[in-house]
């Protein structure tokens, strides 16, 4: 598509369904570590032809590691200190295409960690404060012969991504004109930053509130969030709403709802999302273990 030329592709029905499952092991008293597999279908520009290529739905698998360690519970009077760490190897799977094998797209690996603690202030009552770190784990390679850019493989990008990359901060044209319209980014500027708290009465009701960032030349998502859950039994019921703080923003006043069904040793899971989309709108595509929510994230 030429810089500053739209085509109208007319209207079309976009969306994306991921079927997976989860099973979790208590290695010790205060770790444990989870695994999860799921299949992707994403429908996301059905029968349009984009770069001389007829469009199709993409069809990929991946798989998550993850695990998480408790520390001691700490007394602080009335009330009672838990901290906890934990990480997340999530999307490590074969690329996706929507065209041809040679325009083939990997998925999004990245690698979340991150610590809280919760205070026990008495038996109704509990706040969290959490902070979680996000890294794509997502590397490329200028192909000489052909001249194109190829993505490494999603076993050797979790560790070729951890390097400075350059950004351009311009057209690709004057970037290849001027190298000061580079910017470089170091490995903590790739990372995104949420923060967040969390209030529960009873186990049965909480709020949340939370804040997003992320490098401008590496995104430019700065958000907050504000949440409410409401949970009894095995049923649960919650509530976000998006801020964001960077205008013209596609998450601005975003509105979520999420219904959770847990059972005994198991927890079933099922979100699609149908919407219209401009072929030129920034899209990104986070699938998720189940996990406990964080306030600050978009899923």
């Not at 030329?5 to 994306?16: H, K, W």
């Not at 999860?36 to 199709?56: D, E, H, M």
């Not at 590397?139 to 493989?153: F, K, Q």
């Not at 070729?160 to 004057?174: N, P, Q």
Request: charged residues 20%; neutral net charge.
């Amino acid at each position: 598509m030429t810089p500053g030329v739209f085509q109208d592709a007319g209207t079309f029905r976009s969306y994306d369904l991921a079927i997976g499952a989860s099973y979790g092991v208590k290695v010790t008293d205060r770790f444990g570590l989870g695994t999860s597999a799921r299949f992707i279908y994403s429908n996301l520009a059905p029968k349009q032809v984009v770069g001389g290529q007829a469009t199709k739905a993409g069809v990929a698998a991946a798989f998550d590691i993850s695990g998480l360690y408790k520390f001691y519970t700490i007394d602080l009077g009335t009330t009672k200190a838990s901290p906890s760490i934990g990480f997340n190897l999530s999307n490590m799977g074969p690329k996706i295409q929507y065209s041809d094998s040679e325009q083939a797209d990997p998925i999004p690996t990245n690698l979340r960690f991150g610590g809280a603690v919760t205070f026990d202030i008495d038996d109704y009552n509990a706040v969290s404060f959490a902070l979680d770190l996000n890294k794509d784990l997502i590397h490329s390679t200028i192909d000489t012969v052909r001249g194109v850019s190829e993505a490494d493989p999603f076993y050797k990008a979790i560790f070729s991504s951890w390097s400075a990359i350059d950004v351009c901060t311009s057209t690709l044209e004057r970037c290849e004109e001027d190298p000061s319209e580079l910017e470089t980014l170091s490995v903590f500027d790739q990372m995104t930053i949420g923060t967040g708290m969390e209030y529960w009465y009873n186990q049965l009701f909480a709020i949340r509130a939370g804040y997003f960032y992320e490098n401008p030349y590496n995104g430019n998502r700065k958000f907050m969030t504000l949440g409410a859950v409401i949970r009894y039994n095995i049923i649960g019921v919650d509530f976000s709403y998006i801020y964001a703080l960077e205008e013209d923003s596609p998450l601005a006043n975003t509105l979520m709802c999420n219904r959770l069904t847990a059972k005994p040793c198991a927890l079933a899971c099922f979100r699609a999302t149908s919407h219209h989309r401009s072929l030129t709108r920034r899209r990104r595509w986070l699938p998720t273990a189940p996990r406990r929510w964080r306030p600050w994230e978009w899923r």
